[in-house]
């Protein structure tokens, strides 16, 4: 009852990249960089099984940021011209690679760190990709000139990988999408529908995160103008609950959303946030299955894993650690109140 587990960034050790931001710069590189990147992910793994989660990720070590990561490996992007652009609805700027032609995958993404991850843990293991509107919203398209055309071409290539992801052992391929959080009624038409794609063929566990993002600044100022309910998940969930996508990864604790919309998401298993990323106040054991209690009124006991909000990529490495050690004791403790 109550698996946990995390939304899937964790942050960089100080020798591998600079510290406390989104996109941090390597401290090495070449050959360097591809051992200290593997160093991190045991050491994540290590860190993650000692907490007492169960369901464990690479804690993307490997890659610079959760999106561009990914389009790193992509043929008909442009990443030595990069331009500035207002990206989640301009919520802030970001500096992005263009689309210049056909977008295929040079090869193989994620396998170093999948492998790496699966050959030393016995529990089971998530990996996290970039869902295909997110990345939409994250480069600028020379090319398609159309959103929805371009969400489908980058969903093949997730598709792709998440095939080779599943054949290398992983358990749960979790897409995230928080752009669904900002483009509701685009989600709901074809934002599903290209995460569909993204999906097909695979039988090992597939899941959604969607969030209102990391706990940065530009956030943290855009989540004040939301007013006292945050009810965009009620414009995706039906949507999403229709689909074949198992889990759904969302914001709980000290969110302002009504904890009621979970019941939208009837028949997925629900990854309740009850761990605060944009805090770094370290939650009890008791807040944390307090908000489980919370969640329990609207999800099935069976269908309720306790989970972090979002990523924790800019926090401090301590104060991450002690979080993740909140999250397995809330759990513990939930499963001794609420366990028949
Ligand atoms: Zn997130």
């Known amino acids: 009852m109550f698996p946990t587990t995390i939304a899937g960034s964790l942050p960089k050790p100080g020798w591998l990249a600079e510290t406390h931001k989104l996109w941090p710069r390597w401290k090495a590189e070449g050959e360097a960089l ?31 940021h959760f999106v ?40 193989r993404v994620h396998a170093a760190e999948a492998r790496l991850a699966r050959a030393h843990t016995q529990r089971k293991l998530k990996f996290t990709l970039p869902g295909p509107m997110t990345i939409v919203d994250t480069v600028a398209d020379r090319f398609y000139g159309d959103r929805v055309k371009l969400a489908h071409a980058f969903a093949e290539l997730l598709n792709q990988e998440a095939r080779a992801l599943e054949a290398d052992g992983v358990d749960v391929i979790q897409f995230d999408e928080p752009a669904f959080n900002v483009y509701m009624k685009e989600a709901a038409e074809w934002g599903v529908q ?46 999403l609950a229709a689909s074949s996508i198992r889990q759904v990864s969302l914001e709980c604790i000290h969110s302002h959303v009504p904890p009621e919309l979970m019941a939208l998401l009837k028949g997925k298993d629900v990854l309740v946030g009850v ?20 969640a329990l009124q609207f999800v099935p006991r069976e269908r309720l894993f306790a989970c972090t909000n979002c990523g924790m990529a800019p926090m401090d490495r301590e104060v991450a650690l002690k979080k993740l050690e909140a999250l397995a004791r809330g759990a513990a403790l939930a499963r001794e109140k609420y366990g028949r």
Not at 77 to 98: L, S, T
Not at 200 to 225: E, F, P, R
């Open 68 to 107: 561009h990561g990914f389009l790193e490996q992509v043929e008909g992007i442009d990443f030595a011209h990069k331009v500035e652009m207002g990206i989640r609805n301009d919520r802030y700027k970001a500096m992005v690679p263009q689309v210049v032609g056909p977008l295929r995958l040079k090869g």
């Open 194 to 239: 290209a995460l569909e794609r993204a999906v097909q063929g695979l039988t090992c566990t597939t899941a959604v995160h969607i969030c209102y993002g990391y706990g940065i600044q530009a956030n943290n100022d855009w989540k004040k103008s939301l007013g006292e309910q945050w009810r965009q998940y009620e414009q995706v969930f039906p949507a």
């Open 34 to 64: 591809q051992e200290a990147k593997a160093d991190a992910t045991l050491l994540w793994i290590k860190m993650q099984e000692d907490a007492g989660l169960d369901v464990l990720t690479d804690g993307e070590q490997s890659r610079q």
């Open 275 to 294: 761990i605060d990323v944009a805090s770094d106040v370290v939650e009890t054991p008791q807040e944390v299955a307090d908000t489980i209690g919370r």
